[in-house]
């Protein structure tokens, strides 16, 4: 039987200076890691043992680390994730590459290709698309927010702290828009934002036939 694997995908960080890191998760990165633990934890009690891959890369500058070193710290120190169980995806900027990356990594370490797939609400339709394209199984996907309310007080309070986000508000009405706007044009409207994405990159778009 292969191995299980649980992914959870970063999004973001913020400087805390009394850490040993420097930095700390932000909120939903925070969630995402402490659903993941629960998933680990639950796992190990009915003598399954999976390993865990963090995806994400550096965004806020060469300088700082990779958002899957700072959560890979917490996944180890604060939920007590065994370090041996712990795999880094620190090279990917976006969720395309989280799959591609991630998936890359567990063909490289020999990893089993069964995977429950962690983010957060609004990211988690994109992130299954992804990761599915690149060949992954996921068996069982789940909403960070939704998995750790039942943790403690403490964790309700981080989903209640989450949920007033100011920034979470903006990503809803952008995807809000970005729904409304496929329903419009439809595959052309997916064409350009193929175009769009792949020239931040300096590559040129080319449609599949």
Avoid at 15 to 42: F, Q, S, V
Avoid at 44 to 51: L, V
């Amino acid at each position: 039987m292969e191995r299980p694997g649980i992914i959870v995908l970063t999004n973001g960080m913020r400087r805390a200076p009394l850490l040993r890191t420097g930095w700390k998760p932000d909120l939903a990165a925070h969630m995402r890691i402490a659903g993941a633990a629960k998933l680990y934890h639950e796992a190990h009690e009915r003598t399954i043992c999976p390993y865990v891959i963090i995806a994400g890369g550096r965004i806020n500058g060469t300088d700082n680390p990779a958002l899957s070193h700072v959560l890979g710290d917490v996944a180890i120190n604060a939920y007590h994730i065994d370090a041996e169980d712990v795999f880094l995806e620190d090279k990917s900027i976006d969720t395309t590459e989280n799959a591609e990356f991630s998936m890359d990594l567990i063909r490289r370490n020999g990893l089993g290709n069964s995977i429950s797939l962690i983010t957060s609400g609004y990211h988690l339709p994109r992130s299954k698309s992804a990761f599915k394209r690149y060949g992954a199984n996921i068996t069982e996907a789940f909403v960070a927010e939704d998995l750790i309310s039942d943790i403690s007080s403490r964790h309700e309070r981080l989903v209640r702290a989450y949920e007033k986000d100011p920034d979470l508000r903006k990503i809803r009405m952008r995807n809000r828009v970005l729904h409304a706007a496929f329903l419009t044009a439809g595959p052309s409207f997916l064409r350009w934002l193929a175009r769009r994405e792949l020239n931040k990159k300096g590559e040129r778009y080319v449609p599949t036939k």
